[in-house]
Structure formats: C-alpha cells, structure tokens
Nanobody, 121 residues
Framework: QVQLVESGGGLVQAGGSLRVSCAASGRTFSSSAMGWFRQAPGKEREFVAA???????YYADSVKGRFTISRDNTKNTVYLQMNRLKPEDTAVYYC???????????????WGQGTQVTVSS
C-alpha cells in the first residue's frame, strides 16, 4: 500500500505554469506506476498522465505537449509540470499508485486527497 499526499495547487492565470507534487510513503513506491487524474466540477474524473517505475510516460491528448509527468524515486515523489494552462484545466488533481500505467482509474489501488488547480481567464 502507498500513502499519497498532493501539494502545489493554486490559482494561476491562463497561459501560466504550475507544478503539483505527490509525496508517497510506503515500501512499494519505487515499483509502482503513478498516475495523475483530474476532476472538474460536474464532470467525471479523467486521466491526465502516467509514468512507469522506469520513467516511461503517457499522456491524455488534451495535455500532450503542455504537461510533463516525472518522478524522483529517491524522494518518493511524482510531479506534474503544467505549462500553457487553460481555464479548462481547472480541476482537482489527484495522484494515484498502481501496478502499471493505466488511463482507467480502476487500475490504481491508492489515491491521494487531491489538490485544487484553478486557471483564470
């Protein structure tokens, strides 16, 4: 089991950048795939990005070229660097841990509490 705590959310203007972090505790972090999901008000939670334990990355089409997922296994932390933010990126961002990278939220066993990202126009 992996315990996850997100941080770094906030308010940013459209076109700006923000980095959210997810600190993990638990013995299995370095062997876990990590994912970022987001949920906007009134919408379903959706896949944003994922990274394998070895650093292979996957992205939703809506964020490809603007967001970058990375991880530092020495710090048990996964990051989501978000550039050229748009108002439609406004959501609560969640990190998740699982056995493999997956765009389906059911593929992840452990979730953080989420961090709010708000992009103003």
């Amino acid at each position: 089991q992996v315990q996850l705590v997100e941080s770094g959310g906030g308010l940013v203007q459209a076109g700006g950048s923000l980095r959210v972090s997810c600190a993990a505790s638990g013995r299995t972090f370095s062997s876990s795939a990590m994912g970022w999901f987001r949920q906007a008000p009134g919408k379903e939670r959706e896949f944003v990005a994922a990274i394998t334990w070895g650093g292979h990355t996957y992205y939703a089409d809506s964020v490809k070229g603007r967001f970058t997922i990375s991880r530092d296994n020495t710090k048990n932390t996964v990051y989501l660097q978000m550039n050229r933010l748009k108002p439609e990126d406004t959501a609560v961002y969640y990190c998740a841990a699982g056995p493999r990278p997956d765009a389906w939220e059911g593929g992840y066993a452990d979730w953080g509490q989420g961090t709010q990202v708000t992009v103003s126009s």
